[in-house]
């Protein structure tokens, strides 16, 4: 099986940097995905990695360790829209025809003046 | 515009009266899924399918059923509703292969 763990809940100031953390276990590891939600709101792509090592894409970075079982993504200059809950997800070659993600809780993020 | 469209939106239904939700995609994903979300167990997966004809069981199936005539479509079919199904619903789709999945916009249901 797989089991994901984040933080459930995280603050920040306006203009900071973020780092949510997230923990896996899973046997058959493929990948791990961030995605962004708003509430009631649709998921949206953020990152994903697959090797070792940090991904940059504009305000948002996402690094991965597969040996711990680990990843973060980073977010800087914080902006208010960024209040969001954020999703760690795993993809697994093993079950559900490769493409099945399997979500962690999710970080809610506040982000203050 | 490349999308993922889901209907209805809301919707409010009695215990037992069978309804589809319709999920549609215009990218030509071979692969498309269900999802539920319920506060604090995160998005679970009800239904997948690999392709056309091909469907199978995500984690959380029980009393609901797919179908994939179509490549774009997948709709989500529950056919007698309970009170335990209540939750926000999600339709992805995406390339084969561990790529990046689009979601829909989501079905709020509530059974009573």
Redesign the interface.
């Known amino acids: 099986g797989q089991n994901i763990d984040q933080p459930t809940e995280m603050t920040a100031t306006e203009g900071a940097i973020v780092q949510i953390n997230c923990t896996y276990q899973t046997s058959g590891f493929n990948g791990l995905f961030w995605y962004q939600q708003h509430a009631g709101e649709a998921p949206t792509f953020l990152s994903y990695n697959v090797l070792d090592g940090l991904e940059e894409k504009g305000r948002f970075s996402s690094f991965l360790s597969r040996s711990k079982g680990y990843s973060y993504l980073l977010l800087k200059e914080l902006q208010m829209k960024d209040s969001a809950s954020y999703l760690c997800a795993l993809t697994n070659m093993v079950t559900g025809g490769g493409n099945k993600l399997t979500f962690g809780t999710g970080t809610q993020l506040k982000v203050e003046l | 515009e490349a999308q993922v469209t889901q209907n209805p939106r809301y919707l409010i239904t009695v215990t037992g009266k069978k309804l589809t939700v319709t999920c549609s995609q215009n990218m030509n994903h071979e692969?498309m899924?269900w999802?539920r979300q319920d506060p604090?167990?995160?998005?679970?997966?009800i239904y997948?399918s690999?392709n056309v004809e091909v469907t199978?069981k995500?984690d959380v199936p029980e009393g609901y059923k797919v179908s994939r005539k179509e490549k774009r479509n997948f709709p989500l079919i529950l056919e007698s509703p309970s009170p335990n199904q209540t939750s926000?619903y999600?339709c992805?789709s995406?390339f084969?292969?561990?790529?990046?999945?689009?979601?829909?916009?989501?079905t709020?249901l509530t059974v009573v």
């Open positions: 692969y899924s999802y604090g167990l995160g998005l679970r997966q997948y690999m199978d995500g926000l999600f992805a995406s084969w292969g561990a790529t990046e999945a689009f979601f829909g916009q989501g709020r």
